[in-house]
């Protein structure tokens, strides 16, 4: 169960690491390289999906990898699209910081009988996107402004009304490949006042970041861009992220 494992980091104070996966930019053939990789770095999660879904192969992706590894496929999809019972969870995605109407129920009615016999474990996931310096793929497919960057105390009142709704978990995403990633001071305004888990994802690309964003208290952390370029940084952050846990320990 991928959401008791969340909530056993969050009960913690610890972190996990997570390697995002977009199928349109990666091909099948590489999935069990990818897997590799991820099995003897020690990452925590493989989450899939895009903005886009131009090349269906995301069944495939899925299959191969899970020929390598047992680590769990988590669903982060971009649209209902994208849902698929081959996975292992689904962030159910509310954007709780939008006021798009389609992300914040349409789609989900719409998608429900589709959801409903997926079979995949369903993480009730409150969707925050925060200004990343740069319009990024997110706030433009969705049609939503995001939280303005210097502003942790909307971030945070977005969370507690997440929480408040009974959603699973949080998401605050600066975006893929943002200029600047989700600071350091919401992640902290943030976790210390949820009881439930916080996921940050957008612009990563150091494992000192990874590290400061889990001090912060992040109990995910999510890196799409930065490992495409260069998977070997897929070691580094995940241990950067075990790093912080065994502080923790000690
Ligand atoms: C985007 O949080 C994810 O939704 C990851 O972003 O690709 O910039 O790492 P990057």
């Known amino acids: 169960m991928v959401l008791k ?20 930019k ?5 999935m069990q390289h990818l897997a590799r990789l991820c ?3 020690g990452v925590n999660y493989l989450f899939m999906g895009g903005s886009l879904l131009m090349a269906h192969q995301m069944e495939l992706c899925i299959q191969r990898f899970k020929s ?13 699209a994208q849902v698929t019972p081959y996975a292992d969870a689904l962030l159910y995605l509310t954007l ?15 998608s429900a009988p589709q959801v409903k016999a997926s079979g995949l474990e369903i993480i009730s996931t409150g969707y925050i996107i925060v200004d990343g310096g740069n319009q990024t ?30 959603k699973h978990v949080i998401y605050i995403d600066a975006g ?36 400061e964003n889990c001090r912060a208290g992040a109990n995910i952390i999510v890196v799409g861009n930065a490992i495409e ?3 070997m940084l897929i070691r580094d952050m995940a241990q950067a992220a075990q790093a912080m846990n065994a502080h923790r320990t000690a």
Not at 68 to 80: A, K, N, Q, R, T
Not at 97 to 109: A, E, K, M, T
């Open 5 to 24: 494992q969340l909530q056993a980091l969050k009960a913690q104070h610890k972190s996990g690491f997570a390697v995002l996966a977009d199928p349109d």
């Open 26 to 30: 990666i091909a099948p053939a590489d």
């Open 39 to 41: 099995n003897n770095a």
């Open 68 to 80: 390598e590894s047992d680590i769990p496929v988590v669903l982060f999809p971009g649209s209902p």
């Open 96 to 110: 709780i910081s939008g006021r798009n109407p389609d992300l914040l129920i349409g789609q989900h009615v719409a």
């Open 137 to 166: 793929a997110v706030s433009y497919m969705s049609n939503t402004t995001p939280i303005p960057w210097d502003k942790p105390e909307i971030v945070l009142c977005t969370a507690w009304a997440g929480e408040l709704q009974g």
């Open 176 to 211: 893929s490949g943002a200029r600047r990633p989700v600071s350091e001071q919401i992640i902290e305004k943030v976790s210390a006042n949820i009881d439930i888990p916080l996921i940050v994802g957008g612009g990563i690309s150091t494992p000192d970041k990874v590290y």
């Open 229 to 231: 370029r260069d998977p």
